[in-house]
Each structure stands twice: as C-alpha cells, then as structure tokens.
Nanobody, 116 residues
Framework: QVQLVESGGGLVQAGGSLTLSCTAS????????MDWYRQAPGKQRELVAV???????NYADSVKGRFTISRDNAKSTAYLQMNSLKPEDTALYYC??????????WGQGTQVTVSS
C-alpha cells in the first residue's frame, strides 16, 4: 500500500506560480510512475503530468511549457512547478502513484485557485 499526501495549493493571481508537493509513504519501493491529475468543478478528472521512475516526463498539451514535474526519490516526493498560471488552471489537484504491479493510489487533493 502506498499513501500520498499533497501540499502547496492555494490562491494565486493569474500569471503567478505555485509548487505542489506529493510525499509518498508505505510501499514506496514499489512505485513506478508518479502523476498529477486535476479536476475542475463540473469537469472530468484529467491527467496533467507524469514522471517515471527513470525521470522521463510527459505533459498535457494545456500545461506544456508552463508546468514542470519532478521527483526526489530519496525524499519519496514528487513536485509540480506551475508557472504562468491561468484562471482555467483552477482545480483540485491530485497526486497519484502507480506501482510496478500497476496498483494505483491517490492523495486527498490540494486546491489551486487562480484569480483573474
């Protein structure tokens, strides 16, 4: 079992920056990918960024060039650096992990609100 705790959300003006953190505990040795998802009110949850255990990353088109995902395996923590934030980035952001056995775990979410 993997437990995930996110932090770093908040209220920011458009054009501003935030960094989200996601710290894993439990069976951290089994984690392969770490992902960030988001869900805005009335919308489906969407994948924002993925980082593999080897450090390869992928992004949704809507955040490419503005968001950067990274991970510190020694701290069992993944980060999402968000720059040039837009009101449409407002959502509840979730961290997720996928183990080698393809079991998925979710954090509780952290709210990001971008004011115009």
């Amino acid at each position: 079992q993997v437990q995930l705790v996110e932090s770093g959300g908040g209220l920011v003006q458009a054009g501003g920056s935030l960094t989200l953190s996601c710290t894993a505990s439990g069976s951290i040795y089994s984690i392969n990918d770490m992902d960030w998802y988001r869900q805005a009110p009335g919308k489906q949850r969407e994948l924002v960024a993925v980082i593999t255990s080897g450090g390869n990353s992928n992004y949704a088109d809507s955040v490419k060039g503005r968001f950067t995902i990274s991970r510190d395996n020694a701290k069992s923590t993944a980060y999402l650096q968000m720059n040039s934030l837009k009101p449409e980035d407002t959502a509840l952001y979730y961290c997720a992990s996928i183990t080698i056995a393809e079991d998925m775990s979710w954090g509780q979410g952290t709210q990001v609100t971008v004011s115009s």
